[in-house]
Every structure is written in C-alpha cells, then in structure tokens.
C-alpha cells in the first residue's frame, strides 16, 4: 500500500496562488508517477496534472500555463503550484499515486483524502 497526505489547501481570491504538496510513504516502489485530480461542485473528477519519476508532465487544458506540477523524488513528495486562480478552480483536490507506461496514459492507484480549494472574493 502506498499512504498520501495532502496539504495546502485553503480560500484564495481570484488572481491569487496556493500550492499543495503531497507526501507518499509505504511501498513507493509500486508507484512510478503521481498527479493531481479535482471535483468539483456538481462536476466530474478530472486530471490535473501528473509527473513521473523521470519528471514527464502531463497538464488538463483547462490549466496550462497557470499550474505547475514538480516533485522531490528523494522525498517522495508531489507539489501543485496553482497561479491565476479562477472561480472555476474550486474542487477538491486529490492527490494519487500510480503508473504511467511509456506511450500511455496516466493511471492512478493510490488516493489522498482531498483538500479543499475554494478560489472566492
């Protein structure tokens, strides 16, 4: 099993920044990538981005540009810089851990509990 923590979620206004890290621990050796997905109000779960260990990111449209995802291997460790936040940003944020197979796309095994992310004036 692989454990994930999230944090760094919070109330931001439109224009601002947060940044959610997620710490894995336990059998890392089953994982080769991580990323973020988010829910929001009345909408379906959808990727945000996702990184392997070899540093390959992977954003949704709907962000590029303004999120950055990073990780720190040595400390297992998977950042979502998020800038020029919108309204349309609010969700749940859910950190996971999974495969992504040269060629192919991302597959997420392991999930955090969430963080709120609420972008509000």
């Known amino acids: 099993q692989v454990q994930l923590v999230e944090s760094g979620g919070g109330l931001v206004q439109p224009g601002g920044s947060l940044r959610l890290s997620c710490a894995a621990s336990g059998s890392i050796f089953r994982i080769s990538a991580m990323g973020w997905f988010r829910q929001g109000p009345g909408k379906q779960r959808e990727l945000v981005a996702d990184?392997?260990?070899?540093?390959?990111?992977n954003y949704a449209d709907s962000v590029k540009g303004r999120f950055t995802i990073s990780r720190d291997n040595a400390k297992n460790t998977v950042f979502l810089q998020m800038n020029s936040l919108k309204a349309d940003d609010t969700a749940v944020y859910y950190c996971?851990?999974?495969?992504?197979?040269?060629?192919?796309?991302?597959?997420?095994?392991?999930w955090g509990q969430g963080t709120q992310v609420t972008v509000s004036s």
């Open positions: 996971n851990a999974g495969v992504r197979p040269s060629g192919s796309a991302y597959y997420p095994i392991y």
């Open positions: 990184i392997t260990s070899g540093g390959s990111t």
